[in-house]
């Protein structure tokens, strides 16, 4: 059974940074692209960002471009997300998810001061 | 990046059928574009119920399915239940990025 579980969300105030983590199991992580999606309260769902299997491409959406980072360790099934100068529209429930369709529960970014 | 249509609501009856759809700003939605429908109902996480057009899970009702129609992606649901109400969204692979449609929001009544 595959598992995707997020961590590292929490309070930050606006300028900050935040590290988001996600452990994998249940399928071959190495083998794999794996995005981050992220959603405001109350607003439909927004793609961030993705990785291909080996780290070798990495593509943004153009709001997080510049401030966002991803990036995976195979050898420990792990995705991340570092988020830099982050703004109140960062607000929002951050998930991992990997192809075909698996996602995990979300980890909650707050941006205020 | 390109905008992802869909119908802001639509009502269908217990029992009845409904199709929602999935539009490109670009052009013809196709295959190459991996169309996926997702689920989500309040305070939930989101659900996938279809992947690359109209392949479905495990845990996919067989009430639904996928296709291209017209131009777009497609999601109808044959025998909608009340359980079958929710906020469900589109999404496409456009020049190797992700774009979510708005969401549709079905209601059952």
């Known amino acids: 059974e595959v598992q995707l579980v997020e961590s590292g969300g929490g309070l930050v105030q606006p300028g900050g940074s935040l590290r988001l983590s996600c452990a994998a199991s249940g399928l071959i992580f190495s083998t794999h692209w794996m995005d981050w999606v992220r959603q405001a309260p109350g607003k439909g769902l927004v793609w961030v960002a993705r990785?291909?299997?080996?780290?070798?491409?990495?593509k943004y959406a153009d709001s997080v471009t510049g401030r966002f980072t991803i990036s995976r360790d195979n050898a420990k099934n792990n995705l991340y997300l570092q988020m830099n100068n982050l703004g109140a529209e960062d607000t929002a429930v951050y998930y991992c998810?990997?192809?075909?369709?698996?996602w995990g529960q979300g980890t909650l970014v707050t941006v205020s001061s | 990046q390109a905008v992802v249509t869909q119908e802001p609501s639509l009502t269908v009856s217990p029992g009845g059928t409904v199709t929602l759809t999935c539009g490109s700003s670009?052009?013809?939605?196709?295959?190459?574009?991996?169309p996926y429908w997702y689920q989500q109902k309040p305070g939930q996480v989101p659900r996938t119920l279809i992947y690359d057009t109209n392949n479905i899970h495990s845990w996919t009702p067989a009430r639904f399915s996928g296709s291209l129609l017209g131009g777009k992606a497609a999601l109808t649901l044959a025998g909608a239940l009340p359980e079958d109400e929710a906020e469900y969204y589109c999404l496409l692979v456009q020049s190797g990025a992700l774009v979510f449609g708005g969401g549709t929001k079905l209601t059952v009544l």
């Open positions: 990785i291909k299997s080996d780290g070798s491409n990495i």
């Open positions: 998810t990997v192809n075909p369709g698996y």
């Open positions: 670009t052009g013809p939605v196709t295959s190459g574009h991996y």
